[in-house]
């Protein structure tokens, strides 16, 4: 099983600051099959990025994914106040075929 | 737009089932591989399995088979998750996702499946 681990677990930023968002898999992911989803409470994630490098309709392009391998990052370059929520990246390979990372908290500092 | 609605919130005792729906619309229904994804309350997302509704075919979770069940009735653009033997730990809302090279695409708005005696 490939096992995704984010980091930081909580990252506290103003808005108007750069955020940068790490996922490290426990074995190579194709870029292909690389994503990243945002949530807020109470509500469905959404899905940001796919193929590691990819908006998805209506993304700003403030959000951007990069990475290859075993290291991913999802920055945000200009945080807006709708931009703190939490952050999952999301993969497809191996069985089990679907893996979340656990989530990074985005706080307002 | 694309839009997926599901079932209201239900309450089960340990050890009875339950079905969700998921209804599509905005899209043809048969195109796209439907999936699960379930969160604990307070917890991350876990991956339960998909259906492709052009043919019925079904893909479990490990962890999962032998409980669930995906189906679909193409007439009515809606699919389905049947959880048996619930547990208290399967107390979770339960979403549906449209498929969309290797992510999801699209969510419905979930549904709180709460597992209490």
């Known amino acids: 099983e490939i096992v995704l681990t984010q980091s930081p677990g909580t990252l506290s930023l103003s808005p108007g600051e750069r955020a940068t968002l790490s996922c490290r898999a426990s074995q190579s992911v194709s870029t292909t099959y690389l994503a990243w989803y945002q949530q807020k409470p109470g509500q469905a994630p959404r899905l940001l990025i796919y193929g590691a490098s990819s908006r998805a309709t209506g993304i700003p392009d403030r959000f951007s994914g990069s990475g290859s391998g075993t290291d991913f990052t999802l920055s945000i370059s200009r945080l807006e106040p709708e931009d703190f929520a939490v952050y999952y990246c999301?993969?497809?390979?191996?069985?089990?075929?679907?893996?979340f990372g656990q989530g990074t908290k985005l706080e307002i500092k | 737009q694309v839009q997926l609605v599901q079932s209201g919130a239900e309450v089960k005792k340990p050890g009875a089932s339950v079905k969700v729906s998921c209804k599509a619309s905005g899209y043809t229904f048969t195109d796209y591989y439907m999936h699960w994804v379930r969160q604990a309350p307070g917890q991350g997302l876990e991956w339960m399995g998909w259906?492709?509704?052009?043919?019925?075919?079904?893909d479990y979770a490990q962890k999962f088979q032998g409980r669930v069940t995906m189906t679909r009735d193409t007439s009515i653009s809606t699919a389905y998750m049947e959880l048996s033997r619930l547990r208290s730990d399967d107390t979770a809302v339960y979403y549906c996702a449209r498929g969309f090279r290797g992510s999801f695409e699209c969510w419905g708005q979930g549904t709180l499946v709460t597992v209490s005696s």
């Open positions: 999301q993969q497809y390979g191996s069985s089990p075929p679907y893996t």
């Open positions: 259906i492709y509704p052009k043919t019925g075919v079904t």
